[in-house]
């Protein structure tokens, strides 16, 4: 039987909740990300009005691939932005510790495919030095910050000298207008509707607080630059509610 709406997720508590020492925090990720994910990407596609596609394609086309190249997908989620990186390029691999969303990632690649999926902790990466070309990762980072450190450096080691980093995260936009709207948007409607779809208000609860908590766009790339990354920036796309980052593993 498929998945219907307001079939309600088990209850789990938000990873803000649970504090922000290593285990508490990501056992609580993963224990949402698994509840979720039966009807993570139908309501993902409506959260985002449908602008998600055009995200997964602008950090594509960032990367700069060609059809020998290897990405990895970290906290790959159900795939989609493996899938997006897989038609540009050789071969994708994607990863999530939640053994769910794997399981469904796995359950939508088709026999052309070129995207494999694996359970793996993003700080704890179990691929060789200098395997892939591209590392990409989709609304992930909010939800490894107490470790963020340890994910950049795995990202940073397993990409290839000359490979590229791609980054979407949510942003608050500067403009006052839609930094309001956005707000409402994210604080009180996205909660009722996530309620409605999946039974639960607590993960879209905790997503508006992990916006709000989250670093600017200048010092997430800070973040990539202390890392290792060379040529970092970032493009600003959603009216300035989400943030595309690059960077660069130097050669030398």
């Not at 897989?86 to 969303?101: H, Q, V, Y």
């Not at 790339?221 to 796309?237: C, E, K, Q």
Request: hydrophobic share 40%.
């Amino acid at each position: 039987m498929g998945d219907s709406v307001g079939q309600k997720v088990a209850p789990a508590v938000a990873p803000d909740r649970v504090g922000d020492d290593g285990g508490a925090f990501s056992g609580a990720v993963q224990a949402m990300f698994d509840a979720l994910a039966p009807r993570y990407d139908r309501f993902n596609h409506w959260a985002s009005l449908g602008l998600d596609y055009g995200w997964r394609r602008a950090t594509v086309r960032s990367l700069k691939l060609t059809g020998s190249d290897t990405v990895l997908d970290v906290a790959t989620g159900t795939g989609d932005l493996a899938f997006a990186t897989a038609k540009a390029a050789r071969r994708t691999i994607g990863c999530d510790f939640a053994t769910e969303m794997i399981r469904r990632a796995r359950t939508k690649a088709g026999p052309g495919d070129r995207a494999r999926f694996h359970v793996a902790r993003a700080e704890r990466l179990p691929y060789a030095a200098e395997r892939f070309q591209g590392v990409t990762s989709a609304f992930a980072m909010r939800n490894v910050k107490p470790m963020l450190d340890e994910v950049l450096a795995e990202a940073f080691r397993v990409l290839a000298p000359g490979g590229r980093v791609a980054i979407l995260e949510f942003s608050r936009p500067r403009l006052a207008p839609i930094r309001w709207g956005h707000g409402f948007y994210t604080r009180v409607l996205m909660p009722r509707v996530g309620r409605i779809v999946t039974g639960t208000s607590e993960p879209f609860e905790y997503l508006y607080r992990s916006i709000q908590a989250w670093y600017s766009p200048d010092e997430f790339a800070d973040l990539l630059r202390a890392a290792g990354f060379t040529d970092v920036g970032y493009r600003m796309m959603g009216l300035g509610t989400v943030a595309l980052h690059t960077g660069t593993k130097p050669t030398a």
